[in-house]
């Protein structure tokens, strides 16, 4: 059975600890010389303009260079291939430690890249990078992407994201439900997990929830149209307007369960 990994408390007094896991996975000044070649590549396609709206919309505290996702994507899709798992993770460390926008992206897409290599324990540094994002722009990619392919890998890891549907950090409670998508898509989606975080979630207040419950609902509509209906007809006293429009956009009997909800 799958080992379950042990969860990181955003206490900063932990932090020394995460970061040490990083030192004997490869040489320090290859990983930052890899990165000061990433970085230098970002500078060179900087566009001022870009970076100020981009800083402006995410109400970033980060350096912002301007470079667009698909362009760091492709660098990042680059520096990737042939690391090793320790290494992915030591290059993923060092380029989240730089208080730069791009950097971080790029260490969100390094870390998609070889998501293959990871082990159930690095569920950890999922946790740990989505506990300092304090942003859908990296938390949504990492959420999708890493914690659930982990998480499809390895069945065991879903008992995590039992606890961080009730985490304090609402970001880690939206990983908690964007991490079903991937099983959802394919048409094996945890319909009972699902329920069971809609409805401890359904009538929270925070904006970034009851837009992933909606996404989460609107996604499964498109494979089981019936279930969704039933489940939200079941709700319409008690969910927000924000999931229910989400969540009813493809379904043949939206306009009913809208006219239900406003009713």
Known sequence: MDRLPR???PDTTKRAAFAARFVVSADHTDRVDAVDTITAELRTLADPARAEQEKR???SDLQHVGVPIPVIRKIA???APGLGREQTLALTHELWRRPVHECRMAAV????RNTPLLEAEDLTVAEHMIRESRTWAYVDAIAIKVVGALVARHPPLATTLDLWSADENFWIRRTAL???LPGIRAGDGDL????TYGDALIEEREFFIRKALGWVLRELSKKDPDWVTAWVRD????ISGITIREAVRHLPDRDTLLTAYRS
């Open 77 to 79: 899709v680059r520096a």
């Open 192 to 195: 009972a997990r699902l329920s």
């Open 7 to 9: 969860l990181i408390h």
């Open 57 to 59: 919309y995410l109400k």
């Open 235 to 238: 709700r319409t006293d008690r």
């Open 178 to 180: 964007l991490a079903l």
């Open 109 to 112: 897409e390094v870390l998609i």
